[in-house]
């Protein structure tokens, strides 16, 4: 091989790398990125059982069970519908009552949503972004000016 | 004034940064190429040590080192070395212009941002004054942080808990009131003052946790005049004047001559005999309306709101007039205003403030939710 | 005094804005006083945000409530540690915090830049001083610490609770010191690209400035994580959360410039890659800044949500990133390239783990601000976690971790792949042990826990051939060998321990991810659980009081093999009343390199009390690991080389450039 072979050569394999890269990278996030749905949201949206996505919305007031073990029923509801949840294992501290939640996990088969991963707001002035966003498109939530 | 002593001193101290090395000597720079030679010179010692140690191998250092013997002869010595001029007009312009920027800039822009007369005001400088000097707040912080590191002191959340009411925070009074009574025991003035709190923090309504609590107080002292009083109070809310006006009538007949409490129930009693005439509306308002006709009553009474709401607009920041506001609303059967007032309300101290818990604790009360 | 401490801000405003100017324009009409003036002013505007840093932290540690910034974050109840760290536990003193390591590093450029060319040095002054005169814009109009409150309110509103910890005490300063040291390669590379020329000493000079921002970096990735893992409650060590990709961009872009840099300096070549990527680091530190500051996340790190200050942020980005890029642009022809090299070379492998990590950056930057960008087009949410990054960011490391052990040992120009390959048998032993022993012994059920710890061996052994084949191991007697060992450069030390702890990262991932076991369980007093051979008992639940906070403290004894109590672990449940928070303190036990961490959840009705524990094999080699790279790139500063660097004066008395001491 002359060296301008070489160098080319050098030069493909690089150009077939990042390819595969962003090949790869535009296929993961086909797969993997997960949706971000409001209880109201899944009437219109279709939601395979088993498909990954983030269920957000309020607490349901009265809701919350808790089950055998560390098991908790509750349902995430946008004031227009309401979800029931399934989730096992530690709540957020931060989780209560008719406060922002983000429920991240899939559907069962029997319509019962079982989130592996439940986010709770973050602090007293910090509503879950997309929960902010969802409440206020459907004018349940407004955002209050502070002074 | 020694804030601007030391403002002097620190522009004085920027501007000679910037002034000295302007107007000093003249300095000759040394040309890039030197220090690329330095560069190279060393590289070729690091080599010599390298092959020494046997880092690398012989014939692959001297590669190197013809390698960096061209990059020294590749050096364009010629590269003329930085001007070393004198104050040239361009110098002095840009001196001039440099050196007068600092205090312009810092001075003009301090001027829009800065509070140049407000002191310091740590806090234990603030907790050391003379006690004489000190606002009832800053008293009142005291207290806290006593109480603060003596949970368990009774006698001072007793003082404490009427000084709440007084300064109209509420439910700092509750929890005060009810330390209190946990540490030092029940007394029907504690009671009391717990009933008042709890009512006043729902914004006057007298809530059956507070009737409890007035309850208590008579049950330790028949003759508390506050919780006699509150609790007719109660039963006017509830709509059962008669009643309540039976129970203030039987306390002035019992209250002593100089009791502070007759003012109050003569007052009280007056409002439910106007409210007897004008069923259902809030009794302050409607003490020159009782003579009208009911329609010109209900006007005025539209009027009245209207203006209570016009001057929230003007002076938002009234947590009082927004929940005589969000009331009155109520009263009037206008749940979608009141609601809307609700919301203005909570949105002028923000919704996590402490009169936002308020307003809606006391919405609540009223049968009104934020959100329907 | 704290409005002697805004005064001294505004003023530093005022010199950066002296000190990008000046030195410029004399740089460009090679007037040496006006070059000159930039090392005095980067100084005294250094010595200035001291003062306004120093009266902050004043302002906190004495409660002085009459600063809106004070009475926002702290309380006076607080323990005073927390009321100081509080100073940079708020957007507007992280800020601030911001340009003073920013100054700071300018003004060393400053006394320590005395045997640079005078036009690079003007030059990069004046980058550093348009970067802080911007930052100094942003906090005196957006995010102002030294706002006034008259009358002063009584009292504070307290720290965010979960902030209240140490690890925040050291987590930001050490992230920001590795941002803003970026700052200086940014600097140079800004510079070069302005003179048109790249002088010799230029390598030099950003190696050792890449290698500290790098090392703090890494230092406050670490700690950020440890944070995490034992404040948050979630076990978890890296949540591939938006914020901590905004860190781990610039780390591994300045990794791959730290390798990058050395091919500069050595062989003169990748000249302007290496320059591309200074700058690229730089600004993937400025879009760090970004995502975090503008509240454009949803993150426990977003402090504010303000949108001017996030159109503030975006505007600076946009004229440095994009300023930055487009001098790149015009200039980048002008600059020469360098010398030749195979494939097969030392070179060679620096540019295939530059390929690797700047891809690896390229798709976490794709998973970080896909979301945004799909929110922003078509108003669907997304979220793009751990399983997208697994996917991508894995299958692009573990390549470049199995040629780690390959580079060290290759020669400049052109090296021998079989002689390197026969070197690195021992290590391949070992690793292929370490593989058989897993898969025997320790698990056998999962190839990928097994390939994980060969992996790791791999890359620990690998870095200690590295060391044994450059002191001549089994070529020289022994007492020469050790002679050998303790006179190579410092440079190949920070080599072979930053590749160790690599190797140990490594093996502390593959050892929580693989081996780790966790129960979630409800308790009550007096009942055991058994973990991995770990037994616990609950003793129940105590109150107590601490001094802004009450808490429920789940005891839980340890059970030896007897049954008798070994230790005691303890996890809480803490609440705030001020800002009616609750937190929980993980109970963590460490036993070797292995931990045991309790979680406390909520209490039922019937006094029990949801429980979780994890069993964490060899977790602490991940923080480990990081302060072992941090140690080895310690080391390589203090390599000889870097220290001489430029000429010195003692050959060019005249050529020296005016002390850059406080006038």
Request: with cysteine; glycine share 10%; net charge neutral.
């Amino acid at each position: 091989m002359t060296r301008r072979q070489k160098r080319l050569s050098v030069i493909a394999a690089g150009l077939a790398f990042l390819g595969a890269a962003t090949g790869l990278t535009f296929y993961a996030l086909g797969q993997k990125a997960s949706y971000f749905y409001m209880p109201a949201d899944l009437t219109t949206a279709s939601v395979q059982p088993g498909q990954r996505i983030r269920l957000g919305g309020l607490v349901e007031k009265g809701t919350i069970q808790r089950r055998q073990g560390a098991t908790v029923a509750f349902s995430v509801t946008d004031t227009q519908k309401s979800v029931k949840v399934m989730y096992t294992g530690i709540l957020p501290d931060l989780f209560r009552e008719e406060q922002g939640v983000i429920t991240e996990g899939t559907f069962g088969p029997d319509g019962v949503f079982v989130a592996d991963s439940v986010l709770a707001k973050h602090d007293e002035n910090y509503m879950p972004k997309e929960v902010a966003d969802g409440l206020k498109a459907k004018g349940v939530w407004q955002e209050s000016k502070s002074e | 004034m020694l804030f601007w002593v030391i403002a002097a001193i620190l522009t004085l101290g920027a501007s000679l940064a910037v002034l000295l090395p302007l107007a000093g000597g003249s300095k000759g720079a040394s040309a890039a190429g030197d220090h690329d030679l330095e560069v190279y010179r060393d590289q070729l010692s690091e080599l010599d040590r390298d092959a020494a140690r046997g880092l690398i191998q012989p014939a692959e250092a001297e590669e190197a080192r013809a390698e960096i013997a061209r990059r020294i002869l590749r050096l364009d010595n010629a590269e003329p070395a930085a001007k070393a001029a004198g104050p040239s007009t361009t110098t002095r312009l840009v001196a001039t212009a440099a050196v007068l920027a600092v205090p312009l800039i810092s001075w003009g822009f301090y001027g829009e941002l800065g509070s140049p007369d407000l002191p310091s005001q740590p806090l234990s400088a603030r907790l050391a004054k003379n006690p004489a000097d000190s606002s009832v707040d800053e008293l009142v912080a005291r207290a806290e942080a006593h109480l603060a590191a003596n949970p368990s002191d009774g006698r001072g959340w007793d003082v404490l808990a009427p000084i709440y009411l007084r300064l109209q925070r509420f439910s700092d009074a509750v929890a005060a009131y009810r330390n209190a009574i946990r540490l030092d025991g029940d007394s029907a003035a504690r009671q009391a003052g717990l009933g008042e709190a709890i009512a006043n923090a729902a914004g006057g309504i007298v809530s059956a946790e507070a009737q409890d609590a007035f309850e208590a107080a008579l049950k330790l002292d028949p003759a508390n005049p506050k919780a006699s009083f509150y609790l007719a109070m109660g039963l006017a809310q509830e709509g059962r004047v008669p009643e309540a006006t039976a129970a203030w009538q039987k306390m002035l007949s019992t209250l002593p001559q100089d009791s502070p409490w007759r003012g109050a129930v003569e007052q009280a009693l007056s409002e439910s005999a106007n409210k007897a005439v004008a069923a259902g509306q809030p009794a302050n308002e409607v003490d020159a309306a009782s003579s009208m006709s009911p329609q010109d009553r209900q006007a005025m009474i539209e009027a009245m709101v209207a203006s209570l709401d016009e001057k929230l607009r003007q002076d938002p920041r009234n947590a009082e007039g927004w929940m005589q506001l969000v009331r009155s609303y109520v009263v009037l059967g206008k749940a979608d205003q009141a609601r809307d007032a609700l919301g203005r309300g909570i949105a002028v101290f923000g919704p996590d403030s402490e009169e936002a818990r308020k307003f809606t604790a006391f919405a609540a009360s009223l049968g009104l939710t934020a959100t329907e | 005094m704290v409005e002697a401490g805004h005064f001294a801000l505004v003023l530093a405003f005022a010199l950066a804005l002296v000190q990008t100017l000046v030195p410029l324009v004399g740089a460009r009409t090679g007037n040496s006083r006006m070059m000159a003036v930039g090392g005095p002013v980067a100084v005294t505007g250094f010595a200035l945000t001291v003062l306004s840093f120093a009266t902050l932290a004043t302002a906190y540690a004495s409660s002085d409530f009459s600063v809106a910034n004070v009475w926002e974050n702290s309380h006076s109840l607080q323990p005073l540690i927390y009321k100081i760290t509080g100073t940079w536990g708020n957007h507007e003193g992280s800020m601030l915090l911001w340009v003073l390591i920013l100054t700071f590093f300018g003004a060393l450029v400053a006394v320590f830049g005395g045997n640079l060319p005078a036009t690079l040095r003007a030059n990069v002054l004046a980058v550093q001083g348009a970067i802080g005169a911007t930052f100094f814009l942003f906090i005196l109009t957006t995010s102002n610490p030294f706002i006034r409150m008259n009358p002063a309110p009584i009292e504070g509103r307290d720290l965010n609770p979960i902030l209240q910890d140490l690890g925040l005490a050291i987590h930001p300063p050490l992230l920001y010191l590795g941002y803003v040291g970026f700052s200086i390669c940014f600097s140079f590379s800004v510079a070069a690209l302005i003179e048109g020329r790249i002088d010799a000493s230029w390598a030099r000079w950003v190696r050792p400035w890449t290698l500290v921002a790098w090392m703090f970096l890494t230092g406050g990735i670490a700690m950020g994580s440890y944070w995490a893992y034992y404040e948050l409650g979630w076990g978890g060590f890296w949540f591939w959360d938006p914020v901590e990709n905004a860190s781990f961009m610039p780390w591994l872009a300045g990794t791959a410039l730290l390798h990058s840099a050395i091919v500069m300096e050595k062989r003169s070549a990748l000249k302007i890659w290496t320059l591309l990527l200074a700058i690229l680091t730089f600004s993937l530190s400025l879009l760090g800044t970004f995502l975090v500051r503008s509240g454009v996340l949803t993150s426990v790190h977003a402090f504010a949500t303000d949108p001017t200050r996030g159109v503030f942020i975006l505007c600076m980005l946009t004229l440095f990133i994009g300023g930055s890029l487009a001098l790149f642009a015009l200039r980048a022809s002008r600059l020469t390239a360098g010398g030749l090299f195979h494939p097969i070379s030392r070179e060679g492998a620096l540019i295939l783990n530059n390929l690797f990590l700047t891809t690896a950056t390229a798709t976490v930057l794709i998973g970080t601000l896909y979301p945004l960008a799909v929110e922003a087009l078509t108003a669907d949410k997304i979220s793009v976690g751990a399983p997208f990054f697994n996917l991508t960011f894995g299958p692009l490391m573990v390549p470049l971790l199995v040629v780690v052990p390959f580079g060290p040992l290759l020669a400049w120009k052109r090296g021998d792949l079989f002689a390197v390959a026969q070197r690195l048998m021992a290590a391949f032993a070992a690793a292929l042990l370490a593989v058989l022993v897993t898969a025997l012994f320790i698990d056998g059920t999962s190839a990928f826990a097994a390939l994980g710890v060969g992996l790791a061996f791999w890359l620990i052994c690998g870095a200690l051939t590295d060391l044994a084949v450059k002191s001549g191991f089994g070529t020289v007697a022994p007492d020469v060998m050790l002679r050998r060992l303790v006179g190579l450069p410092r440079s190949v030390f920070g080599t072979a321990l930053a590749h160790f702890g690599l190797g140990l990262t490594t093996l502390g991932i593959v050892g929580t991810l693989c081996f780790g076991t966790e129960k979630i369980l409800s308790m009550r007093a007096g009942e055991t659980v058994e973990l991995s051979g770990q037994t616990l008992r609950f003793e129940g639940l105590y109150p107590s009081q601490g001094p802004n906070y009450s808490e429920d403290r789940g005891r839980f004894a340890l059970l030896g093999a007897d049954g008798s109590t070994t230790s005691e672990i303890t996890s809480a449940k803490r609440f705030y009343p001020v800002r009616q928070m609750t937190t929980t303190e993980s109970g963590i036990k460490t036993i070797g390199f292995s931990q045991l961490y309790l979680s406390l959840g909520d209490q039922a009705t019937d006094g029990s009390v949801v429980v979780r524990v994890w069993w964490k094999p060899l977790v602490t080699l991940i923080w480990g690991g990081g302060l072992v790279m941090m140690a080895g790139a310690a080391m390589s500063l203090m390599d000889r080389r870097l220290r001489v660097g430029a000429p010195s004066r003692r050959r060019k008395p005249t050529g020296a450039v005016p002390s850059a001491s406080l006038p």
